[in-house]
């Protein structure tokens, strides 16, 4: 009988949204089936039936998180052990262990961190669905926490103290905006989220891009209060470096980051949109 190795047999059959979304899994872990069905399908039955496609044949692994109160959340993917092989030979990465890939999906799924992470991950499929939606538009970059704490990541020779939850270039039209994000929860204190602004000033001063700062909260209550402290911090430091601009989902009527959702500081009239920061 003649074998086939996994990763050959699969390539015949896998489209350039396949491996888009297989290098996303490697790169930021995990997505939801919303998240990838409105950064890459926007229809629901194609893209469930597409992941489970990818399910049964290796390349991706899934599990679905416990609801408190009842219920279940959506299947929540990451790679799979053909897919991790399949990322290691397209990167000339040696292949991970089956366990290695086996340990990294039960990290994923159990760590206390996974929240954040999708929320992170929710703001750029976001800016990347808008992109499908919107002829001109596109999300051109995204880095994730990990790939920003390379050192060299920013600028050659670069030892940053930043440590953005992600980066991002998106484009729309002619214009195009870099930004790093800091997506809150809510469990750090504005105190933190202040300091985190030195650094970056820190972080330009060592050379590293001036791009803006994007902070998205969890509440108008705390937007309004790291402005108020920003504020207070401008008057008692005086100028700084680096851009800052805040946000918080859905609360303006839009979920889309993309959207006129953002608040510059200092406060400049209205809000604006990502491309115009």
């Not at 009988?1 to 489209?15: C, E, G, P």
């Amino acid at each position: 009988m003649i074998r086939t190795d996994a990763v050959l047999a699969v390539l015949s059959r896998l489209t350039d949204r396949d491996r888009l979304l297989l290098d996303w899994l490697a790169d930021h872990q995990v997505l939801t089936t919303p998240q990838i069905d409105h950064a890459l399908f926007g229809s629901p039955r194609v893209t469930q039936r597409r992941l489970l496609t990818l399910h049964h044949a290796g390349l991706i692994d899934r599990f679905r998180p416990l609801r408190p109160g009842g219920g279940s959340y959506p299947w929540h993917h990451v790679l799979g052990r053909v897919g991790a092989d399949l990322i290691a030979a397209t990167r000339d990465q040696p292949p991970p262990r089956p366990a290695d890939t086996l340990r990294r999906a039960r990290r994923i799924a159990t760590s206390r961190t996974l929240d954040h992470l999708l929320g992170v991950n929710q703001f750029f499929t976001a800016l990347a669905g808008h992109g499908r939606t919107h002829p001109g538009a596109a999300l051109v970059r995204w880095w994730s926490a990990a790939r920003c704490a390379t050192p060299g990541a920013f600028a050659p020779g670069l030892i940053s103290p930043v440590r953005p939850d992600g980066h991002g270039i998106y484009r729309d039209g002619d214009h195009q905006t870099a930004f790093y994000l800091e997506h809150d929860t809510g469990t750090e204190t504005i105190t933190t989220l202040i300091a985190k602004i030195a650094t970056y000033d820190i972080h330009i001063a060592r050379g590293g891009p001036a791009w803006p700062v994007l902070f998205w909260l969890p509440s108008a209550a705390r937007e309004q209060h790291l402005h108020e402290q920003l504020d207070k911090t401008l008057r008692y430091q005086g100028r700084r470096s680096s851009i800052i601009a805040t946000g918080v989902p859905a609360h303006h009527g839009a979920d889309d980051p993309s959207d006129a959702v953002w608040a510059p500081h200092p406060a400049r009239s209205g809000r604006r949109r990502l491309i115009d920061i």
